[in-house]
C-alpha cells in the first residue's frame, strides 16, 4: 500500500502520476476508496487476469494499467472488440502525449484506417512452420464449432503449397487453391516436394466435395468483407508489427466495426498470432540473458472470450518467456474449457475478481481466501486481488477512476 503524495490535489490524473513517478517499481492496480492505493510489484507482474460482469470497473483497471504504461513511455498493444475502450484510451492519449509523440502512436479500424497487414508474411523461410501454424491457430478460432483434422490437413497443405510455389502467400491466393483447379495444378508442377505433389495428386481428390467446400466457405466469408479483404488479403504488408513491437510503439486495435462475433474473433485473433509471431523470432535474434534484459512489452485483449481456448495457452505460455505480458479480460470463467480454468491461475501471475456469476467466484475464491458468495455479492468497482512473488499478496481493492 502506498499513500499518494499530494492528497490534496482536484485531479485523479495528477494524484495518479505523482504515486506512480515516486514508485517506479510498483504497479498500481487499485485503491481503498480513500488514500492508499495498492501495488504489485512490477517484477512480479507478467500476467494479469480480469474477470467481472458489464459495468463492475474492469475498464478503470485497464485504463489504470496503460496510463501507468504511458507515463513509463512502456509499449502496449491494446485488442478491442467493442471500440469503447479503444477511443478511451486514444483520448488519454491525445491529453497527455505531444503532437511528436502521439503520431507515433498505431490506431487500426479496418472500417476507417488503411493499413494493410498479411497475416502470412514470411521474413524468414526457415522459420516458416511457425507463421503458418500460428495463422491456422487463428483460423481455427473462427471456425472452432466446426473444425477437423481434415479440414486443418487441406489449410495447411494448401498454405505449404503457396508459401513454397506463388509467394507471397494471401488469403485470396490460398482459396484460389481450393478453387480453381488449373492454378493448383500450375502450382503442384512447380513443387519440388515430393510429399505436397502426393498430398495435392493422392489424397486431396478422394476427399468428399464436402471437405473443400467447408474449407473454401470459412475463407470466401472473411474476403467477402470489403474492409478485411483491403486490409488482410494483400501482397506486401504497409504497418510492420513486428518492427512496431520492438520499437516500443502503442498499438489501438479497435475492431468495433459492425463485424459478427466470429469475423471478430478473427481479427483479434490475427493480432495475437501476430505478436506471437514476433515474440517467436526473439529467440532466434537474442540469447536468454538478452531477452531478459530487454525492454519489456504489454498486450491487453478485452472480451478475452473471444480468443480461442488453444491460442490463450499457447500464447500465455510462449510470451511469458519473451518478456511480453498479456492482461487478459473477461467476464466469466465459463468462457474457458475445465483445463484452461485450473491452468489460469498458473498462467496469469496475478488475478484480480470484480463482482462475478456464481461459477467464476468459485475457482477463484480460493486464491482470495474468501467465501464464493464474498465475490458474486461485490459492489461494483471493487476487487478482490491475488498475485503471486515471493511472498503471496491478496486483497480487497477499488478500481481508481481517472479524470
Known amino acids: 500500500n502506498n499513500s499518494p503524495s499530494n492528497n490534496n490535489s482536484n485531479s485523479n490524473n495528477t494524484r495518479i502520476e505523482e504515486v506512480i513517478l515516486a514508485n517506479p517499481y510498483a504497479v498500481i492496480i487499485g485503491y481503498d476508496g480513500t488514500s492508499r492505493f495498492f501495488t504489485i510489484e512490477a517484477k512480479d507482474r507478467v500476467h494479469i487476469f480480469i474477470t467481472g460482469e458489464t ?65 502470412l508474411e514470411i521474413k524468414d ?12 491457430s487463428a483460423l481455427k478460432n473462427l471456425y472452432d464449432y466446426a473444425w477437423g483434422d481434415r479440414l486443418e490437413t487441406i489449410l495447411r497443405n494448401a498454405i505449404n503449397l503457396v508459401v513454397e510455389c506463388d509467394p507471397p502467400c494471401t488469403l485470396g ?9 488449373k492454378y493448383r495444378d500450375m502450382l503442384i508442377k512447380g513443387s519440388g516436394d515430393k510429399e505436397v505433389e502426393y498430398y495435392w495428386n493422392s489424397v486431396y481428390p478422394n476427399y468428399a466435395r464436402e471437405a473443400f467446400t467447408a474449407v473454401y466457405n470459412k475463407l470466401d466469408k472473411l474476403l467477402s468483407i470489403s474492409s478485411v479483404r483491403k486490409t488482410f488479403n494483400v501482397l506486401e504488408s504497409n504497418l510492420d508489427i513486428e518492427e512496431a513491437i520492438e520499437s516500443n510503439k502503442i498499438i489501438i ?68 518467456k519473451y518478456n511480453m505480458h498479456v492482461t487478459l479480460v473477461t467476464q466469466s ?39 464464493p458468495e464474498q465475490i458474486y455479492t461485490l459492489p461494483l468497482h471493487y476487487f478482490y486481488f491475488y498475485s503471486q512473488g515471493e511472498q503471496a499478496i491478496r486483497g480487497l481493492a477499488k478500481s481508481y477512476p481517472l479524470s
Open 253 to 320: 486495435v479497435d475492431l468495433a466495426s459492425g463485424f459478427t462475433d466470429d469475423i471478430t474473433r478473427f481479427l483479434g485473433s490475427i493480432f495475437l498470432h501476430l505478436a506471437y509471431i514476433t515474440a517467436r523470432r526473439r529467440i532466434d535474434r537474442y540469447d536468454t540473458a538478452e531477452l531478459q534484459s530487454m525492454h519489456k512489452y504489454y498486450l491487453y485483449i478485452d472480451e478475452a472470450q473471444l480468443i480461442s481456448t488453444f491460442a490463450i495457452r499457447e500464447v500465455l505460455n510462449a510470451l511469458r
Open 173 to 181: 491466393k490460398i482459396a484460389r487453391v481450393l478453387a480453381d483447379t
Open 125 to 136: 523461410y526457415k522459420k516458416a512452420h511457425v507463421v503458418v501454424m500460428s495463422f491456422i
Open 333 to 371: 470463467i465459463n468462457a474457458f474449457d475445465k483445463q484452461v480454468q485450473r491452468e489460469l491461475p498458473a498462467l496469469a501471475r496475478t488475478v484480480i475478481c470484480f463482482r462475478s456469476d456464481p461459477e467464476t467466484a468459485e475457482v477463484f475464491a480460493h486464491l482470495f481466501q474468501v467465501k
Open 55 to 119: 459495468g463492475a470497473g474492469k475498464s478503470e483497471l485497464l485504463k489504470l494499467l496503460m496510463y501507468q504504461n504511458i507515463l513509463r513511455n512502456e509499449g502496449f498493444m491494446l485488442i478491442d472488440p467493442h471500440g469503447s475502450l479503444a477511443r478511451s484510451v486514444l483520448s488519454i492519449l491525445k491529453a497527455k502525449l505531444m503532437d511528436e509523440e502521439y503520431s507515433k502512436v498505431i490506431y487500426i479500424n479496418p472500417e476507417v484506417t488503411d493499413y494493410k497487414i498479411n497475416p
